[in-house]
């Protein structure tokens, strides 16, 4: 008898999990990734709350005294398995780094929006574990840093990406006119990701040599903060994903017992932000604005489309009609993470153009948040069906679902059985 989907989900989860984490993938990515946690934990709350909160507190482990949560926690014993490894970044030697070897960039905060749905799962659990707490005592450190340390310098209200791995997508036509001017590293870069995806799935040796230098040149300077930014971006994805957890942490405060005024004021200046200074009248979405050249970026991607998340924002309706239009679901069966209509879309390339569950995920849920259920409807299938039946895969082809990328994925499975149980339910 064949499994369900949520027993084949369940299966990867196990496979992947190390004990005291998830791992992305087994081969491909074999340490801990800090917006997949949060993601991995969100669906893990179904199966195993336990399990959820150990998740998110194997990371929360990492932090650093700054305040960050780290982009990666790595396992020292696969250490020649991913570039750049704890090698690189050698965090044991900064004085504010964590007690984990780590890497110094950070990634999207999904992560109190994700304690807070953790909690909501087994509140008893939560409480008597002293998960809840000690969630919001460390999310409010890592909400400190951005808003102290990673500080837009044209809207104070936002925060910056200094990496186009912060953002999560790496190689977005976001980034492509700011790294036009970042210079090669010299260094010569291995690439054990080739061994576990084609070349043609994942960003070619050009773009890696900029996002070596960028990084070489963030941990020559300590992975401080300060002084010029040959790249900075303030990301609509990013920021928007920051004021739903700013939402999350007024939750969590006042169940608590505190005040959450603070929270919900810093998420309502965040979305004002968004519509003041990332709105793309002409293109109908929000979109990076470029810290260097103090432009907008003229693209059309998923990210531009995550405020959708956030109740009440500016230009939903705009925002809705963009996503039902050509760029996106007018001319694909899901989201794709590039305007579908654009010459630089590539369905197969990574964060060039295919579908992640990630980013479809937050779009079914901000269209079942909004009551646009029709629209929602047709994102249901790719967690569903789909991604069982080709192996839950990193992503797929927006057009008709064929997998790429590396299969057996975390956060495929666990937002796959997020889905299935969610609809179940409603």
Not at 128 to 152: I, K, M, P, T
Request: hydrophobic share 40%; net charge negative.
């Amino acid at each position: 008898m064949a499994s369900s989907p949520v027993d084949a989900a369940r299966a990867i989860l196990e496979t992947n999990w190390t004990g005291g984490h998830t791992v992305p993938a087994t081969g491909l990515y074999p340490h801990q990734w800090s917006w997949d946690s949060a993601f991995i934990a969100i669906g893990l709350r179904r199966l195993d709350p336990v399990r959820a909160r150990t998740e998110l507190g194997s990371l929360f482990a990492a932090q650093w005294s700054d305040g960050r949560l780290p982009q990666i926690v790595y396992d020292p014993s696969r250490d020649d398995d991913y570039a750049p490894g704890d090698a690189f970044w050698r965090s044991r030697e900064l004085p504010e780094a964590g007690p984990l070897p780590s890497s110094g960039l950070i990634q999207p905060p999904n992560h109190a929006w994700a304690a807070w749905l953790v909690h909501e799962a087994d509140p008893v659990g939560s409480e008597a574990s002293g998960f809840l707490a000690s969630a919001y005592s460390l999310l409010v450190r890592w909400h400190d840093y951005l808003a102290e340390r990673r500080r837009s310098r044209r809207d104070r209200r936002l925060v910056v990406i200094r990496h186009p791995w912060e953002a999560g997508t790496d190689n977005s036509p976001l980034w492509d006119a700011a790294l036009a001017r970042i210079p090669a590293s010299s260094t010569s870069i291995p690439r054990p990701d080739l061994d576990h995806a084609g070349l043609g799935e994942r960003p070619g040796a050009r773009e890696y040599a900029k996002y070596y230098w960028l990084a070489e040149r963030y941990r020559a300077g300590g992975c401080r903060d300060g002084g010029d930014r040959p790249f900075a971006l303030a990301c609509p994805q990013f920021n928007a994903l920051l004021a739903v957890s700013e939402l999350a942490l007024a939750r969590m405060a006042e169940e608590l017992g505190r005040d959450g005024s603070e929270h919900r004021r810093r998420g309502r200046e965040i979305a004002e932000a968004l519509d003041e200074t990332l709105w793309h009248e002409e293109l109908g979405i929000f979109t990076a604005r470029d810290e260097v050249d103090d432009e907008l970026v003229p693209r059309r991607t998923v990210n531009g489309l995550i405020p959708l998340l956030l109740p009440g924002i500016s230009h939903a309706e705009r925002l809705t009609d963009t996503l039902a239009g050509p760029a996106f679901l007018g001319s694909c069966r899901f989201v794709p993470s590039s305007d579908a209509s654009a010459p630089e879309f590539d369905p197969a390339l990574y964060w060039r153009g295919p579908a992640w569950f990630n980013t479809n995920w937050m779009l079914l849920r901000a269209l079942w948040g909004a009551g646009c259920e029709d629209l929602a409807e047709r994102l249901v299938p790719l967690f569903t069906e789909v991604a069982a039946e080709v192996g839950f895969p990193e992503y797929v082809d927006p057009r008709d679902g064929t997998p790429r990328g590396t299969r057996s994925f975390s956060w495929t499975a666990a937002l796959a059985v997020d889905v299935i149980m969610e609809r179940a339910a409603r």
